[in-house]
């Protein structure tokens, strides 16, 4: 297949993505919406319980927040374009592209990834506004760390979309899976240990907040750490990706693909 063909696949994706958005744009209005209502719930509630002693946390909020929402958005947008395509019984045309699924799939993570930094730099403004605090924001040092911390989230969006093929209703599962999300992204700031270099979010977070909170660049991070967070966020999106496709020909073997 030429390159323009791949651009041109990206740009159909990219396209059909936006439409879907502008189409549907109250569900995306209410997704912007949801995630500030679940900010501002955490950040007025916790000021009415613990006053002036949040504003040492407060940074870290923020900026746990901000990644929570870039993963958050990611995951649920990978896991529900599966699932949707299965609903409409299109996803059996996507097979059938002289793309492969596999392409496609690749040019709507894209997508996602993009559509998922902008949300949360679009919402992080807002937080900012709210607890008017200001921050490091330095895009050559936070994009980079933040696109390769979603990496697991669109791998576990590959897992789930794989389990909802077979098993269908699973959104309580998936809704269950947000609360681990919040635990692994804060754990940075509670615990120190070797096993926040193998668990997901949890090194990206703790990257994210010595360059926004402390003003790290890129280049003064820890090597070994960056070196650390590329091969956890590329572990799990391509192990994620790899059981999606045995789900996806388990699914296709027992003749329930498009059973919804």
Same mark, same amino acid.
């Given at each position: 297949?030429?390159?323009?063909?791949?651009?041109?696949?990206?740009?159909?994706?990219?396209?059909?993505?936006?439409?879907?958005?502008?189409?549907?744009?109250?569900?995306?209005?209410?997704?912007?919406?949801?995630?500030?209502?679940?900010?501002?719930?955490?950040?007025?509630?916790?000021?009415?319980?613990?006053?002036?002693?949040?504003?040492?946390?407060?940074?870290?909020?923020?900026?746990?927040? =901000?990644? &929570? %929402? !870039?993963?958050? *958005? @990611?995951?649920?947008?990978?896991?529900?374009? +599966?699932?949707?395509?299965?609903?409409?019984?299109?996803?059996?045309?996507?097979?059938?592209?002289?793309?492969?699924?596999?392409?496609?799939?690749?040019?709507?993570?894209?997508?996602?990834?993009?559509?998922?930094?902008?949300?949360?730099?679009?919402?992080?403004?807002?937080?900012?506004?709210?607890?008017?605090?200001?921050?490091?924001?330095?895009?050559?040092?936070?994009?980079?760390?933040?696109?390769?911390?979603?990496?697991?989230?669109?791998?576990?969006?590959?897992?789930?979309?794989?389990?909802?093929?077979?098993?269908?209703?699973?959104?309580?599962?998936?809704?269950?899976?947000? =609360?681990? &999300? %919040? !635990?692994?992204? *804060? @754990?940075?700031?509670?615990?120190?240990?070797? +096993?926040?270099?193998?668990?997901?979010?949890?090194?990206?977070?703790?990257?994210?907040?010595?360059?926004?909170?402390?003003?790290?660049?890129?280049?003064?991070?820890?090597?070994?750490?960056?070196?650390?967070?590329?091969?956890?966020?590329?572990?799990?999106?391509?192990?994620?990706?790899?059981?999606?496709?045995?789900?996806?020909?388990?699914?296709?073997?027992?003749?329930?693909?498009?059973?919804?």
């Amino acid at each position: 297949m030429s390159r323009t063909g791949h651009l041109g696949l990206l740009a159909a994706v990219f396209e059909k993505q936006l439409i879907l958005l502008k189409r549907y744009w109250i569900n995306t209005a209410m997704l912007l919406v949801g995630f500030y209502l679940f900010f501002a719930l955490m950040f007025f509630g916790g000021q009415a319980a613990a006053g002036d002693s949040l504003d040492g946390t407060l940074d870290g909020l923020v900026v746990g927040f =901000f990644l &929570f %929402i !870039g993963v958050t *958005a @990611a995951y649920f947008d990978v896991a529900g374009n +599966v699932m949707r395509e299965a609903q409409w019984g299109t996803l059996e045309q996507l097979f059938m592209s002289p793309f492969g699924i596999g392409r496609v799939l690749l040019a709507k993570t894209v997508f996602n990834i993009v559509f998922s930094v902008l949300i949360a730099f679009a919402l992080l403004a807002v937080m900012l506004i709210t607890t008017d605090r200001t921050l490091t924001i330095d895009p050559v040092t936070i994009v980079p760390i933040l696109l390769i911390t979603i990496l697991p989230a669109i791998g576990l969006g590959f897992l789930f979309a794989g389990l909802s093929l077979l098993y269908k209703r699973i959104e309580n599962v998936q809704q269950l899976l947000q =609360f681990g &999300f %919040i !635990g692994l992204i *804060a @754990a940075p700031g509670a615990i120190d240990s070797t +096993v926040l270099l193998v668990v997901p979010f949890s090194l990206g977070s703790g990257l994210l907040s010595q360059a926004m909170i402390e003003g790290v660049h890129l280049w003064q991070l820890d090597g070994w750490l960056l070196v650390a967070l590329v091969g956890n966020g590329t572990a799990y999106l391509l192990g994620g990706y790899a059981v999606f496709h045995l789900l996806v020909r388990r699914a296709r073997k027992l003749g329930v693909m498009g059973h919804y």
